[in-house]
């Protein structure tokens, strides 16, 4: 499965969720890559890489100067990473001229390793890199955050899906789920967002909510997920269920 997180909204915590959600999936077995595609290098940055090590990058891939197996990371704990960089802007503006939408497709076609999950981390925006990303994509999950105009955040956001998806034609880009992110029950207005958004999507929510939690925003400082820097938290509890979902929802099968 190649599974593009997106939102055009940023701050609703995505690269917590790419890198977290992929990071649990290693745990339970999986063989997984993460792709970061955000110019700004968040996921990457959160997985240890440092600033002047990032490149090659994606960019490079995109632009057709480097393969995609030079760049891809191999980190202890299995989780692969294909790091982001600042070249992401100018490979956008490249895109914006180029008829192909396929590039990532069929770079990532040109990968040896046997990836059963293979996560694509969108910048918060409907750029053409997001465009590569969704046509690349065999499904999409939309992390969203419980505060006011969430619901029409995600109307906007599957507008842009959609549009995409009649430009080139796709027959199928379903979206996998939407999941919860930052939930704080501290806020009053929280309970009554999170039932409307439940009363409104059904099964489109995953159960598993992301609340806010403090070793989730610690753990990207030491460029660790949150199963490195403390295992036993209720964020990584939390990422652990969530890829439960996503393994069932993947599979049909009980993960």
Not at 54 to 62: D, G, M
Request: hydrophobic share 45%; charged share 20%.
């Amino acid at each position: 499965m190649i599974l593009a997180l997106m939102n055009h909204k940023g701050g609703v915590g995505k690269t917590t969720t790419a890198v977290n959600l992929a990071a649990a999936l290693c745990e339970g077995g999986a063989h997984v890559l993460l792709v970061d595609l955000d110019q700004q290098a968040s996921a990457s940055l959160s997985l240890g890489i440092d600033r002047e090590e990032l490149t090659p990058s994606i960019a490079e891939v995109l632009s057709g100067s480097v393969p995609m197996s030079s760049i891809v990371r191999k980190r202890s704990d299995g989780l692969h990473l294909a790091p982001a960089s600042m070249g992401l802007i100018q490979t956008d503006l490249e895109l914006a001229q180029d008829a192909d939408p396929h590039r990532l497709r069929h770079a990532l076609k040109t990968l040896d390793e046997p990836y059963d999950f293979i996560f694509l981390d969108c910048p918060p925006s409907i750029t053409r890199v997001t465009e590569q990303a969704l046509v690349a994509a065999t499904s999409f999950l939309v992390p969203v955050t419980p505060q006011h105009l969430a619901l029409e955040g995600l109307v906007g956001c599957f507008s842009a899906v959609e549009e995409i998806r009649e430009r080139h034609v796709l027959k199928a880009l379903p979206l996998l789920g939407i999941a919860l992110t930052m939930v704080d029950y501290r806020i009053r207005s929280t309970s009554h967002i999170v039932r409307e958004l439940r009363n409104k999507l059904g099964e489109k929510l995953f159960k598993t909510e992301i609340r806010v939690n403090v070793t989730l925003a610690e753990a990207p400082r030491y460029g660790k997920t949150v199963f490195e820097h403390s295992a036993s938290a209720t964020g990584a509890q939390a990422y652990w269920d969530l890829a439960a979902e996503v393994a069932q929802r993947a599979t049909g099968e009980a993960w």
